[in-house]
């Protein structure tokens, strides 16, 4: 998933999440962070939306819209391992995040050409549009399985913010099809690619957070670049509709 770089690292793919990379820390303990897509850490999403537009011509359509995406958290997954060689032999501890749900609500400004004037039964269309959206915080939880040194599968690492809420920017790009079924309703269907910007880092738990299950205060800083330049999102949606016109 795109190249690897150290320390700076966290190479950004079409949906990288952050930046892998490796980390040595005092007392002989080093960290090693894979990239992760939104695929590996959330479920697919769902999206809902609602406009309103105007016909310009038998062909041109302009239109503004509101839009909503929410995905559920897909639970823990492998992110790397932590090595300690304080202990007898090198300890090598699998570590495993879980990012919160995903959520967004934004709007749109866009255009819709039709191939076939409005008295036609089936207008197949391309449509382009573009505006804002505000995303949620998310907060992560990392743990360290430690059943190898006796200790719990699920010691805690690190808990708390990674990506901060933040206002992004989208584009989508859009083929489909509308079906006139009287003379106020169609019905359609539309498929293509959107586009999210990245999210705002949160930094504020590797500046000064607890970690190692709240055992001690330290900010590792050096980790803040797991998050650098990424959270950017390409999605395929497939989207039904129902339109009245007046």
Sequence with gaps: VGDSHSINGFTDNYES?????????PAG?????????WSDTHDTSWHAQGEIGYALTEHLEVFGRFNYDHSDSSGFTDIGTLSVDLL????????????????SEGGELGFRFFLMPRQARFRPYVALSGGV????????TITAD????????????????????????TGAAMLGLEVKVSCHWDVGVEG???????LEQNNSGFDGGR????????????????????GDR???PVTGYVKFRF
Aim: proline content about 5%; hydrophobic content about 40%; cysteine-free.
């Design 234 to 236: 390409w999605t395929v």
């Design 192 to 198: 293509g690619a959107r586009y999210q910007s990245r």
């Design 17 to 25: 999440l952050g930046n892998g990379g490796n980390f040595t820390f």
């Design 133 to 140: 959206t505000h995303v949620d915080g998310i907060d992560a």
């Design 146 to 169: 430690a059943s190898s040194l006796g200790g719990p599968a699920d010691f805690l690492f690190y808990h708390g913010g990674f990506f901060d809420e933040s206002w992004v920017g």
């Design 29 to 37: 303990t080093t960290l090693d962070i894979r990239s992760r897509d």
């Design 211 to 230: 970690f190692f299950d709240d055992a001690f205060a330290t900010p590792f800083r050096p980790l803040r670049q797991i998050n650098d330049n990424a």
């Design 88 to 103: 007898p032999g090198l300890s090598v501890l699998p570590l495993r995040a879980e990012l919160g749900d995903y959520s």
